[in-house]
């Protein structure tokens, strides 16, 4: 169950446990207020089995070469890991996620470099893999956490298929206070229910989130978002 974890909490209906539906046609986002809000919790369709954090399959294309995400994927991620005029900061190669976060209402942020001016106050970053210019994980991700709402998501997007650098990005999280929230595989087409079916998955998104304990050097501070 998500809920409950990180400060994360339905803006609706907090009784609706770990995983909700995205809205239909003709569904209506929240409307903004001027109090600040978690998150909502990632939605889609959960694995069967018993992983260290949930597992979400979504069904979106995969990213044209030099591009980190299609724009299924910006959608998703925007509409699910934020409220309307909540700010985005975008380190991804090519416009997907700007067009959604436009489309959305939202408001960006798109820093020139991932390692220049500190960026404040943010709901959502979001990343490719490997940033440009490189970095590490744990210099990236400390900046992350650093300019994170509390309650806020870091969203790193990994092509699939590689071993150890999850485990890395994972490890430097923990490092810069963040906790690993969920598990993103995004597959060009849905599991069918009762049958085993082999996914083509092309990435994993590694959701993150402040944490409100002490991790290595670092200690965040609860603020709205995690209390309760």
């Known amino acids: 169950m998500l809920s409950g974890r990180g400060g994360f909490d339905r803006p609706d209906n907090g009784d609706l446990g770990s995983v909700s539906t995205p809205a239909g046609p003709g569904g209506h986002m929240p409307m903004a207020d001027n109090h600040h809000r978690p998150a909502p919790i990632p939605t889609g369709d959960v694995v069967s089995g018993d992983p260290p954090v949930p597992i979400t399959v979504w069904p979106v294309p995969a990213p044209n070469r030099g591009e980190t995400m299609s724009n299924a994927m910006g959608v998703r991620l925007v509409h699910n890991l934020t409220h309307p005029s909540d700010l985005v900061v975008d380190l991804t190669a090519g416009p997907q996620l700007a067009r959604a976060v436009i489309a959305a209402r939202r408001r960006s942020h798109l820093p020139v470099r991932p390692s220049g001016p500190a960026w404040?106050?943010?709901?959502?970053?979001?990343?490719?893999?490997?940033?440009?210019?490189?970095t590490t994980p744990a210099v990236l991700l400390d900046r992350c956490r650093a300019g994170l709402l509390p309650?806020?998501?870091?969203?790193?997007?990994?092509?699939?298929?590689?071993?150890?650098?999850?485990?890395?990005?994972?490890?430097?999280?923990?490092?810069?206070?963040?906790?690993?929230?969920?598990?993103?595989?995004?597959?060009?087409?849905?599991?069918?229910?009762?049958?085993?079916?082999?996914?083509?998955?092309?990435?994993d998104v590694l959701i993150l989130t402040r944490s409100t304990t002490t991790q290595g050097s670092t200690t965040t501070q609860a603020g709205p978002a995690d209390a309760g």
């Open 120 to 134: 404040r106050d943010a709901t959502l970053i979001v990343t490719g893999w490997p940033p440009d210019p490189p």
């Open 151 to 203: 309650g806020g998501c870091v969203a790193v997007l990994l092509p699939h298929g590689e071993v150890i650098l999850p485990v890395d990005v994972i490890v430097a999280a923990r490092t810069a206070g963040l906790a690993y929230l969920q598990h993103i595989v995004a597959a060009d087409r849905p599991p069918l229910p009762g049958r085993h079916l082999h996914l083509d998955i092309h990435t």
